[in-house]
């Protein structure tokens, strides 16, 4: 009641604006705006009356006469805006510089190449993702996409963009700091300077294990959800958020073997006993690095066939998981390619990478955007658009399209130094993370119009009364 009253006065408020701009007559204003101030709907006593019986009646109802629980739904307190874009910014080109300069000024330099490098782009790739996801919250918020609402998060506990910008941003801090001590510690001699990536993981991983409500407990242990049940697929119903990550996943490939590097190095104890050349000469690394690289798009398709078997046999579920399937045998054709590099893998991995890639693009741009729509009254796009820029979708696909196009580096024979050559890799990683970040939106747009997924009914207006329950 009280939220009426005060959307009635900002709304007198905007026109009385609008009215001095047009007529310039200020005084004029004054005395409407002193009238609205004193008018019944704004100070009379039975408004305020009817607001007293409303809050009387949803805590009898909803929330147990507990006035404090009621007023965190009827009154929710807006958490206070910040500035932190400059100093994120600033951390984002400060991280990538101090990256990049580790890795040139330590030419020649194995230990940081084949160990420390891993550990920090795995950061570095982590806080890009995030900061991507921020990115991607600022632009939902922005354009009223229903993002809490289609993922079935809790309004009062989910991130919002300036809570994924400070938790990127600390991350970028963090890992800049224990660069800069490393590369100081790796110049001065000092033994066992290679521990300190292995500290940093340690904390990492205290601080996403930790039972305490701090560092957005809620967020921690909602991934950690998301994550087994994605790990466990055919047993656990798919959600709309638990396909959504296991789809971020396919595009943290490089993350995943820059862990399982990591996990290599410090868990066998091979930074106490042995070269680093353990983790990356073994056969049984290499069969490793080949599950990774794969696994990601097998828990998708077993995601597919878990909703095909649920839906009623519905076929476009099962086109989806022949899509993660195709991108699976592109990936083994390019690790047989890897390891036998002659003229006849050449051809195999453009037709099965090429393959993919097409299967790739029309579901990307057909079935997750709604875009290629011969009939549409928007030219090869959709009926219903959020943006009102069309060319900004045109440019989106052509962007779209020319990332998917990232795999054709692994055949064409670029030679480069072995420096030059991680650097790529780690260029290549970012844009396709960059891709996924772009694809997001309109795939949360495309559900919110037209609730593709079927996983939400997004076009009504969502009750905060259910999510007592999960308090």
């Known amino acids: 009641m009280e939220a009426s009253v ?39 006593d039975k408004v305020l009356q009817l607001a007293d019986e409303v809050e009387c009646i949803f805590m009898k109802h909803f929330t147990g006469n507990d006035r404090k629980v009621a007023m965190k739904y009827l009154k929710p307190q807006q958490p206070r805006n910040t500035h932190m874009i400059t100093f994120l910014v600033c951390s984002r080109a400060l991280l990538f510089h101090s990256h990049v300069s580790g890795i040139f000024t330590s030419t020649g330099n194995s230990a940081y190449m084949e160990i420390v490098y891993h550990v920090f782009s795995m950061f570095a790739l982590i806080s890009l993702h995030i900061f991507l996801y921020g990115c991607n919250l600022f632009m939902w918020k922005n354009t009223r996409i ?21 938790m990127s941003a600390s991350i970028m801090c963090t890992v800049v700091a224990a660069l800069v001590i490393n590369l100081f510690l790796k110049n001065a001699g000092v033994a066992y300077a290679n521990a300190l990536p292995g500290a940093l993981l340690l904390l990492s991983t205290g601080v996403l294990f930790c039972p305490f409500d701090i560092f957005y407990r809620s ?30 996943l396919t595009s943290q490939i490089p993350l995943l073997r820059h862990m399982e590097f990591t996990a290599c190095y410090f868990m066998a104890g091979s930074f106490r006993t042995h070269p680093y050349e353990t983790c990356t000469s073994g056969q049984q690394y290499k069969h490793l690095a080949y599950v990774i690289s794969f696994l990601p798009y097998f828990w998708r398709a077993l995601q597919c066939l878990r909703r095909y078997l649920e839906e009623g046999h519905d076929i476009n579920q099962l086109a989806n998981a022949g899509k993660y399937v195709s991108a699976m045998v592109a990936a083994a054709v390019r690790f047989k390619y890897a ?55 045109y440019v989106s696909m052509m962007l779209n399209l020319a990332l998917r196009l990232a795999w054709t580096e692994s055949v064409m024979k670029i030679h480069i130094g072995k420096v030059e050559s991680r650097l790529l890799d780690f260029s290549l990683a970012s844009l396709e993370i960059i891709r996924r970040g772009h694809w997001n939106f309109y795939r949360l747009e495309n559900e919110h119009l037209n609730n593709v997924g079927k996983f939400r009914a997004v076009k009504t207006v969502p009750l905060p009364f259910r999510e007592l329950e999960t308090d």
Not at 30 to 36: G, H, M, Q, R
Not at 223 to 245: E, G, H
């Open 339 to 393: 390891a036998t590099p002659t003229p006849f893998w050449v051809w195999m991995v453009i037709i099965s990478s090429s393959g993919a890639t097409i299967y790739q693009l029309y579901w990307d741009f057909v079935k997750d955007w709604g875009f290629l729509n011969p009939k549409s009254k928007n030219r090869w796009l959709r009926n219903e658009l959020i943006l009102k820029n069309k060319s900004i979708y």
């Open 146 to 166: 229903n993002h809490n609402f289609i993922f079935d998060f809790s309004s009062n506990t989910a991130l919002t963009h300036r809570d994924a910008f400070l």
């Open 219 to 248: 967020t921690r242990y909602c991934f950690m959800r998301v994550m087994r049940n994605i790990i466990f697929s055919p047993f656990y119903k798919v959600l709309m958020a638990d396909f959504f990550m296991a789809d971020q």
């Open 6 to 44: 005060s959307l009635n006065v900002k709304a007198f408020t905007k026109i009385l604006k609008k009215f001095v701009k047009v007529s310039e007559q200020q005084r004029a204003t004054d005395l409407f705006s002193e009238k609205v101030k004193r008018s019944p709907f704004s100070s009379s």
